[in-house]
């Protein structure tokens, strides 16, 4: 699933997948190739699956994409007529630590609540700052600035298998790539992002494996550490055992993991990808004040924090 930097582009009809350097090509060149093929024009794209990991895959071009099927991390980047929960596809990041392949336990897990990453973030990121100011100087909790390096990965797996609470703060974008090391560290995680959206959750009940905080409860001095405190042992483990069970779906490098569910989400968008084509080629022109997002799907209610 690792396209290193490519851009994916398939048909659901042939079962047939282009991979293609999009930096060397240029993106907006790929574009013009690509709606120049039969399988393109004959739905519109409808039927096409692009692999948008990055932030910042194809934001030149992805008005002339999002008829597709979009795999992407979450959607702080893109607009609501651009991608939906209905269209498209959340993938995880790929983990960067080693899977914890003990068994569940709190006897090597010291550390209450850990976290290990880049402290100044743009955007829902700035929580990042408030957060180490509440928390830097909190017995028990390990929280660090530090950037991408393999001294810093060996230190973050050290970490995370030995704290019970992994925090998982909003970075430039909801979602990064500590949250899944976290969950295949068995550690905890709290996550304080507000619009962060998650993977396969048709399968997964995420208040059965993480923690979730709003942003405003989460910087409360000496909440998030007194209520962490208040957990129970026993609910610990039910957490942890929960994490191992779902473990298998962000490995990629597991026959049965991240790479199957995948496609399984992908094939369960054929219903509505029929639909769409159909009714794209009876549309008649339409003057309308906003854009048609007839596929979005967002929640209006939300929660303030679970503990």
């Known amino acids: 699933m690792d396209t290193k930097g490519r851009l994916v582009a398939g048909s659901h009809n042939r079962n047939e997948f282009v991979l293609i350097n999009a930096d060397e090509i240029g993106r907006e060149g790929l574009m013009e190739w690509l709606e120049e093929q039969v399988y393109w024009k004959r739905n519109n794209g409808w039927d096409h699956v692009f692999i948008c990991q990055d932030p910042n895959a194809l934001y030149k071009v992805v008005d002339r994409v999002r008829n597709g099927v979009l795999l992407v991390?979450?959607?702080g980047r893109l607009g609501r007529n651009q991608a939906s929960l209905v269209k498209d596809v959340i993938l995880?990041?790929?983990?960067?630590i080693n899977t914890y392949n003990?068994?569940?336990?709190v006897e090597n897990r010291k550390s209450l609540l850990f976290f290990m990453g880049n402290r100044y973030r743009k955007e829902g990121g700035k929580i990042r700052d408030l957060l180490f100011q509440v928390l830097e100087k909190e017995k028990d909790v390990t929280i660090k600035h530090g950037a991408q390096s393999r001294e810093s990965?060996?230190?973050a797996t050290q970490?995370?298998?030995?704290?019970?609470?992994c925090l998982h703060p909003a970075g430039d974008t909801p979602s990064a790539c500590r949250l899944f090391d976290?969950?295949?560290s068995l550690c905890i995680p709290v996550i304080v992002s507000d619009y962060i959206e998650l993977p396969f959750e048709d399968v997964i009940n995420y208040r059965n494996i993480a923690v979730f905080v709003d942003t405003d409860t989460a910087v409360k001095p000496g909440y998030l550490v007194k209520s962490l405190r208040r957990v129970s042992t026993d609910r610990i483990l039910e957490f942890q055992k929960e994490l191992k069970k779902v473990k298998r779906y962000f490995e990629y490098e597991n026959p049965n993991g991240t790479v199957k569910e995948i496609w399984r989400q992908v094939s369960s968008k054929l219903p509505l990808i029929k639909l769409m084509t159909n009714r794209d080629k009876r549309l008649v022109v339409r003057e309308l004040a906003e854009p048609d997002c007839s596929c979005l799907c967002s929640n209006q209610s939300g929660v303030h924090a679970i503990l």
């Open 73 to 75: 991390s979450d959607f």
């Open 92 to 96: 995880p990041y790929s983990h960067r």
């Open 102 to 105: 003990g068994d569940v336990g």
């Open 153 to 155: 990965r060996r230190a």
């Open 159 to 165: 970490g995370m298998h030995t704290s019970k609470f």
């Open 182 to 184: 976290a969950i295949v």
